[in-house]
């Protein structure tokens, strides 16, 4: 290894000759001939074994002979996270994107609808098919079970609205939900604490 390091070092960074892929495949390269030559491994092929069956997992040492004095255990104590309840509604705000996630469960209890629309109050987002003429309806896209929709204004509305803090986090989950009937639609109420 200490030759390939000194090979290495006498390789200025600004020589045309190779580029850093090749390199570093020239670098492996030398590892794996420098592990064959101190080693003298045997890589051949299955193949290459005249109709010989070889079983790489097979030992030949039984397993009771196995001394475990050496190893250390894994001794863990960490308490039990608790279950929580399933989130309804997730405002995610990272670096790879803006978007606002709808459970399948709420999907499915505002009967699929293709558009939405979301009204704010002090405590509480309300979704549901038709709020009203003064709303905008929002489009989902399926991502999995889920029902995305990439508003970045919505976000930012929403993060502006209940003051949510992404400094620590990419998102916020709520789970409480309750559901009304408005002219003959559900609307879900999800409570923000």
């Given at each position: 290894m200490d030759?390939?390091?000194?090979?290495?070092?006498?390789?200025?960074?600004?020589?045309?000759?190779?580029?850093?892929?090749?390199?570093?495949?020239?670098?492996?390269?030398?590892?794996?001939n420098e592990l064959n030559d101190e080693d003298d491994l045997d890589l051949a092929e299955p193949n290459d074994l005249d109709g010989e069956e070889?079983?790489?997992?097979?030992?030949?040492?039984?397993?009771d002979s196995l001394d475990l004095s050496e190893f250390t255990p894994s001794i863990c104590e960490q308490p039990g996270r608790a279950l929580r309840q399933s989130g309804v509604i997730s405002v995610v705000n990272s670096k790879?994107?803006?978007?606002?996630?709808?459970?399948?469960?709420?999907?499915?209890?505002?009967?699929?609808?293709?558009t939405i629309q979301i009204g704010f109050?002090?405590?509480?987002?309300?979704?549901?098919?038709?709020?009203?003429?003064?709303?905008?309806?929002?489009?989902?896209?399926?991502?999995?079970?889920?029902?995305?929709?990439?508003?970045?204004k919505l976000v930012k509305q929403i993060t502006e609205k209940y003051r949510l803090d992404?400094?620590?986090?990419?998102?916020?989950?709520?789970?409480?939900?309750?559901?009304?009937?408005?002219?003959g639609k559900i609307v879900a109420l999800i409570s923000v604490k």
């Open positions: 030759n390939m390091t000194d090979l290495v070092e006498k390789i200025e960074p600004e020589d045309d000759l190779f580029d850093q892929d090749e390199l570093e495949l020239r670098e492996v390269d030398m590892e794996l070889v079983d790489r997992n097979e030992s030949s040492e039984d397993i790879n994107g803006v978007r606002v996630a709808l459970s399948k469960e709420l999907i499915e209890r505002l009967s699929h609808p293709k109050s002090d405590h509480l987002i309300a979704i549901s098919e038709n709020l009203g003429d003064r709303y905008t309806s929002y489009t989902m896209q399926k991502s999995g079970s889920k029902s995305i929709i990439y508003r970045s992404f400094s620590n986090r990419t998102s916020v989950t709520f789970t409480e939900v309750s559901y009304k009937s408005l002219g």
